[in-house]
């Protein structure tokens, strides 16, 4: 590796993150948000694993119309375990815990995130909560599916299992609330002197818009189930009809956070491609402005449309009218997205690397996904569709397809930057084929079974659905063997992958100014903004020396 | 943690010891550290907005029951309570004003009668509560007012039979009030710890960021009380 | 009109829910409709996403021939407000079709008085009391009537469900929910639960009976009145109908509640200590107050279940007959 142009730079800028500082203690009580983000991801990556062993169970426990594989009571645990672990502790974090902790503020030039003790405190409260989480399994499990509707989820029968998740949700929306006013924080008061708002990576704009929404709809989240906890312990009559409570509200608050925190989901998802697609056409981002407002105005629409999970639960039908158009609504910013990343393309240069083809398969998943959300939104054909699995397909689309291939795309566009390594690009390519493939030969058969009136959460089913169910389960053995194949590309790459130059892939925002890996206090000199989309500065040097400013070090 | 300290430590005024490694100067530390409160401020009022969604939703649903059941709460403890809040905002906002200044022995005074005052709500709210589960009222199914409590309301309201789920009244009200007295417990501790800090002569003119940061804090929870109090109280 | 053009649209509104079940209900032909709709729409948006990145990616990709982006400009606010107010007009015809057919599907048909169903979900159950006083664990109704079924639920949320009819409707407990239609075709339907409500879940089914004529329904509603049943036979109806095999088992195989087999003169030990005999007083309080004497290793979880006398004493020679070795 002699010869690598980080190196002399390393020596010029003070020892690698990695390096800086010894032990584990250095690392568990760190205040470095890259080593936070690291912790983060290692979190996150192992509750993706479990969350798919669950899944796996679920689909294997389908092959047959009569189950078998395990009781109805186990199935309907591991389905409830499979979603909650999934959505509270892979899909709302990873992007912006894992990715953004590492990322936020080496792209505004700062030393770090605003507050690093809160931001340690987040980490600590998220572990808590994915303790609690793994708890509920040890005093055996709970079957309430992981939207924890009373009056079942509530019932007198229920044991510790049950104030376990409660606590445990709280704890990791605790966590939530507090990256959210990190980040916001961050992004408001440390940029980089000359970096305007409109110089902002649309990263950073997808972040600030999930901020917005991780503030001020995830407390509600947290005060509902802290009522649900009191409820299940002093039978409050708030939820539960049998002491004169509301099951309906609790309806209410939950998806008033809960559909919410399907943007806390996508819009970091939807950052990650608008970075990659620019980096990778190597041309300017097309409609800046529009994809960043674009993002805002997902946001606040997001926080007006929960009442469309609710058509059927006998809410007064002008709500339901009123619900649907707004949520209607949505798919305009969505569609301005998704046409300027296509414009993005056009006339550009594009280079085929690992990131650039999961966020292909990104435009295809996230397409299907949210036009598949118009049958949902849309009141005569939610009615049917509703509770089927064409529901089940549809967020699967987009929290599954769109989130996780955007988090796949995201860590091999900043592995190198992470760990000071390149993965194996075969690797990468092979995962990303197996993954796009896998996942549609997954889904499209639930889209056919939703249709024909096949409920989700359902243990045993009706024969004619055997067919689907049987494509699915295969599908699923293709997706987790695409996961294992990108687990192999990122293990090799940590034992032998070749040293990563400063910029691998040649992008202009700021984390891909300073060394790979960063030093412990990001950058040698305080930078100052760039425009993030303008590559005619940089040039490829040969090899594997990646870019470098043109006319040497000082030019930018 | 060693690591953020230092650094600056040799420049400046003797407030840059608590300049964080990675803030630019001590007016971006106080900038960037006001703008977090007020958006962990904004949480905290959607968390308790949660609270006034089902006081709003239970009130149109059982008017009568509501009406009925705040005959049970005295306002005259309320209001007391509530003068005792509102000083107390008054005397928090003035020790940000004293750190300020670098009035040193103002700023403790007034950080020690902050405390005092908060106190003394929580023993109000003590005898208020304690005279309540006396008397029966408890939340949920069980709440059972006794003959003796019963009594004592107007006669205009004796008539009328005891609603059979007067739990739900109490239950919102046990709740409101008392996720508000846990957040006056929180903030005691947090004016305990600033008259520690502010004994060791930690802030100035230069640095008072957790003084501004908890007085802020400490005008939610009396915001909130402002609105608890007519809500359960009055109407 | 031209004819070509309608049956154009026909097939094109066809194409989409072909694979939907059949229509059995006056509200199923709109929401196919609307379901066309958005098929198109989304097929054509998919399809323009899909095309336009396969081409770009052919004609775009780095090689050695093309050594690096061409000149275009970065932003088009002419672009974006086409891509803006397309979809948005979209999005105002979709949000018309599909209310205007949602409006109606949640109104009283018109047309003679509705036939009025009281529908109770229980775990795991459905009871459809019709309104000429037969009740049922199957909801028969007539061809071209209106019905308006009235949905409570006794313990969780429950949904009902009819693929056929395209209806859905939550059964909450502690308030009423209202679902109304016209079966528009003769035949049997399956009801399905949707709203996830624990261990048999998937098993809460149930049928819908859409008789082809006033006679045919008549039929059905006289059907064991006026015959004297013997108290076996009315307990095994109740056994039945009011869903107590969702969790009691009659051969002895394991389930949420005890087997019934065998059970009669047993003395089971309780949750929280204590024995009991199985005998006439145990089995009452056991179905009217189902907590008050739970056998230990089972959870309390049953429901209160509405048995008049009769049938108690039914469920009482049931158990009886129900021996261990039968």
């Known amino acids: 590796m002699t010869g690598a142009p980080g190196t002399s730079a390393q020596a010029a800028v003070g020892e690698s993150y990695l390096t800086h500082g010894r032990g584990i203690g250095s690392w568990l009580f760190s205040l470095d948000h890259k080593r936070i983000g690291i912790m983060y991801l290692a979190l996150i990556a192992f509750s993706l694993f479990l969350g798919g062993v669950f899944a796996m169970v679920v689909r294997f426990h389908l092959w047959n119309p009569s189950g078998g594989l395990v009781s109805n009571d186990a199935y309907n645990k591991m389905f409830t375990l499979h979603g909650a672990v999934m959505i509270f502790l892979f899909v709302i974090p990873g992007i912006p815990s894992a990715m953004g902790n590492f990322v936020v503020p080496l792209m505004v030039g700062a030393k770090d995130v605003a507050f690093p003790r809160v931001n340690l405190l987040s980490f600590w409260l998220f572990v808590a909560g994915a303790v609690l989480f793994v708890a509920t399994l040890v005093v055996g499990g709970i079957d309430t599916g992981w939207t924890l509707y009373p009056p079942y989820s509530l019932e007198s029968s229920r044991g510790l299992g049950i104030l376990l998740a409660l606590t445990g949700v709280f704890l990791a929306g605790f966590s939530s609330i507090l990256t959210g006013v990190n980040f916001i924080a961050t992004i408001h008061r440390m940029r980089a002197p000359g970096q305007g708002w409109f110089d902002l990576p649309l990263f950073l704009w997808a972040l600030y818009a999930t901020g917005i929404i991780q503030i001020f709809a995830t407390p509600v989240l947290g005060i509902t189930v802290a009522l649900g906890f009191l409820e299940r312990v002093f039978h409050l009559g708030i939820f539960m009809p049998e002491y004169g409570g509301d099951p309906v509200l609790f309806q209410h608050f939950f998806w008033f956070y809960s559909h919410p925190a399907v943007y806390i989901m996508i819009l970091p998802a939807m950052g990650i491609v608008s970075e990659v697609v620019a980096v990778f056409s190597r041309k300017p981002i097309f409609g800046y402005r529009f994809i960043a407002m674009s993002s805002i105005a997902i946001a606040v629409i997001g926080f007006l449309v929960w009442g469309h999970h609710m058509f059927v639960s006998g809410q007064s039908r002008w709500a339901n009218v009123i619900f649907s158009f707004l949520t209607l609504l949505v798919a305009i910013p969505s569609a301005i997205k998704t046409f300027n990343w296509l414009a993005t393309l056009y006339k550009g240069h594009i280079v085929l690397k690992t990131p650039m083809l999961y966020v292909l398969s990104f435009f295809a998943i996230f397409g299907v996904g949210g036009l598949t959300g118009l049958f949902l939104g849309a009141l005569a054909t939610d009615i049917p569709l509703h509770d089927t699995y064409f529901v089940v397909a549809h967020f699967h689309f987009v929290m599954v397809g769109a989130v996780m291939i955007a988090f796949l795309s995201g860590l091999f566009y900043w592995w190198p930057k992470m760990t000071g390594r390149m993965y194996d690009e075969r690797l990468g390519v092979a995962s990303a084929v197996l993954v796009f493939l896998g996942f549609n030969v997954t889904f499209i058969p639930q889209f056919l079974a939703g249709t024909q009136g096949m409920p989700r959460r359902y243990a045993t089913y009706a024969e004619q659905f055997v067919g689907m169910n049987r494509v699915s389960t295969v599908g699923a053995v293709l997706l987790a063997a695409g996961l294992l194949v990108a687990l192999w590309a990122f293990v090799a790459s940590l034992r032998s992958g070749a040293r990563a130059p400063a910029n691998p892939w040649g992008g202009a925002t700021l984390e891909w100014a300073t060394t790979s890996p960063p030093p412990h206090d990001n950058f040698a000199v305080a930078p100052r903004g760039t425009r993030p989309y303008d590559y005619r500065g940089l040039r490829q040097e040969p090899g594997q020396a990646g870019w470098v400013p043109v006319g040497g070090e000082g030019a930018r | 943690m060693s690591d953020h300290a230092g650094g600056h430590a040799a420049t400046g005024t003797p407030e840059q010891r608590f300049l964080a490694h990675h803030f630019r100067d001590m007016d971006a530390q106080l900038q960037t550290s006001k703008l977090g409160i007020w958006l962990f401020l904004g949480s905290e009022v959607l968390f308790f907005s949660g609270l006034f969604v089902a006081y709003g939703v239970y009130r149109a649903n059982h008017y009568a029951l509501f009406h009925y059941a705040h005959h049970f709460l005295d306002w005259r403890m309320g209001a007391l309570n509530t003068v005792v809040l509102v000083s107390s905002s008054l005397s928090a906002a003035w020790s940000v004003r004293c750190a300020q200044l670098g009035d040193r022995r103002g700023l403790r005074l007034t950080l020690l009668l902050t405390l005092l005052l908060a106190g003394t709500f929580l023993v109000v709210k003590y005898f208020e509560y304690s005279h309540k589960l006396h008397a029966g009222i408890t939340w949920g199914a069980g709440c059972r007012p006794s003959p003796e409590i019963l009594a004592t309301l107007p006669a205009s309201v004796q008539a009328l039979p005891v609603p059979r789920d007067l739990g739900t009244f109490f239950s919102i009200y046990y709740l409101m009030t008392g996720l508000h007295g846990i957040h006056v417990l929180v903030g005691m501790g947090l004016y305990l710890w600033l008259i520690g800090r502010a004994t060791r002569g930690d802030f100035g003119p230069g640095y008072y960021v957790p003084v501004d940061a908890v007085a802020l804090y400490w005008h939610l929870v009396d915001m909130i009380w402002i609105f608890l109090f007519p809500l359960l109280y009055l109407i | ?326």
Request: aromatic fraction near 8%; charged fraction near 20%.
């Open chain 3, 1 to 326: 009109m031209i004819p070509i053009p309608d049956r154009l649209v026909g097939a094109l509104l066809g194409a989409g829910p072909g694979y939907m079940p059949e229509r059995a209900s006056s509200v199923a032909e709109g929401v196919d409709q609307v379901f066309g709709l958005l098929f198109w729409v989304s097929a054509f948006f998919l399809a323009v996403i899909v095309g336009l990145t396969i081409v770009f990616v052919i004609r775009y990709r780095a090689r050695p021939s093309r050594p690096g982006p061409e000149a275009s400009p970065d932003h088009s606010t002419r672009l974006e407000v086409i891509w803006t107010a397309i979809p948005l007009l979209l999005v105002f015809v979709i949000f018309a079709a599909s209310t205007r057919v949602y409006l109606a599907m949640t109104e009283t048909p018109p047309g003679a008085a509705p036939q009025r169903v009281q529908v109770t979900g229980k775990k795991w159950s459905w009871w459809f009391d019709h309104d000429a006083g037969k009740g049922s664990k199957e909801l028969h109704v007539l061809l071209g009537r209106p019905v308006e079924l009235v949905l409570a639920s006794t313990d969780v949320i429950h949904s009902l469900y009819v693929p056929e009819f395209r209806l859905k409707q939550d059964a909450v407990p502690g308030r009423f929910t209202r679902m109304v239609f016209t079966p528009t075709r003769a035949g049997t339907y399956p009801v399905l639960c949707t709203e996830y409500c624990g261990t048999n879940h998937s098993t809460m089914t149930s049928i819908v009976v859409v008789h082809p004529d006033q006679a045919s329904l008549d039929a059905w509603m006289q059907e064991g009145k006026g015959k004297e049943e013997t108290l076996l036979q009315v307990g095994i109806r109740a056994f039945d109908e009011k869903g107590c095999s969702a969790c009691h088992s009659v051969d002895g195989s394991p389930g949420v509640g005890p087997t019934f087999k065998g059970i009669w003169g047993k003395t089971h030990d309780l949750v929280g200590g204590g024995k009991a005999v199985v005998d006439e007083n145990y089995v009452r309080e056991s179905i009217v107050k189902p907590g008050a004497k739970v056998v230990a290793g089972f959870e309390d979880m049953m429901p209160p279940t509405p048995l008049d006398d009769r049938e108690i004493q039914g469920i009482v020679e049931y158990l009886k007959s129900l021996k261990e070795g039968t």
